[in-house]
T-cell receptor, first 114, second 109 residues
Framework: NAGVTQTPKFQVLKTGQSMTLQCAQDMNHEYMSWYRQDPGMGLRLIHYSVGAGITDQGEVPNGYNVSRSTTEDFPLRLLSAAPSQTSVYFC?????????????FGNGTRLTVT | GQNIDQPTEMTATEGAIVQINCTYQTSGFNGLFWYQQHAGEAPTFLSYNVLDGLEEKGRFSSFLSRSKGYSYLLLKELQMKDSASYLCAVTDSNYQLIWGAGTKLIIKP
């Protein structure tokens, strides 16, 4: 099992550019999510999905889109990058419906927007 | 609002014991997680508490008091590889995870 695979590892964008962060998991997890991590702050939820075809907004969804066409994949799209989106992004998955099911994280994407 | 407080940074000596505290104020409670995150890496799961008391896993233990909105992570026989950030996260009444900013633990020889 590869777990949660996230690409790319690093990315530099210019303001206004768009891009997609890829996330795939092979654990048959129903729940998938995207977080951003900024210095001095807790992880903040961007979007999440409880199953294929279902997505919902988290705490900081503006400027990001997601889709969940399959159980395995949950890409995150930045529509028009802004310097405020400079951050480390983590994709995470877990079993749905189990309160004690921990999140499994991808290795992260370090995004810099200039 | 919902809030989780952890110390920003702690320092301890190799071989010693350290306790990392976490206090929370959330709308409801459905469990508390501790994660470890080495610099430049992803968080990894350490422990889960939903009932009051102590959960022990080898060198690591986690304690919960729901009435006090308080948890701690206890690390014994510290090793250099324990240098990392430790993240506390609470599941609220809507089953959403609320994250603390993390405690950076520095281990000195």
């Amino acid at each position: 099992n590869a777990g949660v695979t996230q690409t790319p590892k690093f990315q530099v964008l210019k303001t206004g550019q768009s891009m997609t962060l890829q996330c795939a998991q092979d654990m048959n997890h129903e729940y998938m999510s995207w977080y951003r991590q900024d210095p001095g702050m807790g992880l903040r939820l961007i979007h999440y999905s409880v199953g294929a075809g279902i997505t919902d907004q988290g705490e900081v969804p503006n400027g990001y889109n997601v889709s969940r066409s399959t159980t395995e994949d949950f890409p995150l799209r930045l529509l028009s990058a802004a310097p405020s989106q400079t951050s480390v992004y983590f994709c995470a998955s877990s079993h749905q419906g189990e309160n004690n099911s921990p999140l499994h994280f991808g290795n992260g994407t370090r995004l810099t927007v200039t | 609002g919902q809030n989780i407080d952890q110390p920003t940074e702690m320092t301890a000596t190799e071989g010693a014991i350290v306790q990392i505290n976490c206090t929370y104020q959330t709308s409801g409670f459905n469990g508390l997680f501790w994660y470890q995150q080495h610099a430049g890496e992803a968080p990894t799961f350490l422990s889960y508490n939903v009932l009051d008391g102590l959960e022990e896993k080898g060198r690591f233990s986690s304690f919960l008091s729901r009435s006090k909105g308080y948890s701690y992570l206890l690390l014994k026989e510290l090793q250099m590889k324990d240098s990392a950030s430790y993240l506390c996260a609470v599941t609220d009444s809507n089953y959403q995870l609320i994250w603390g900013a993390g405690t950076k633990l520095i281990i000195k020889p």
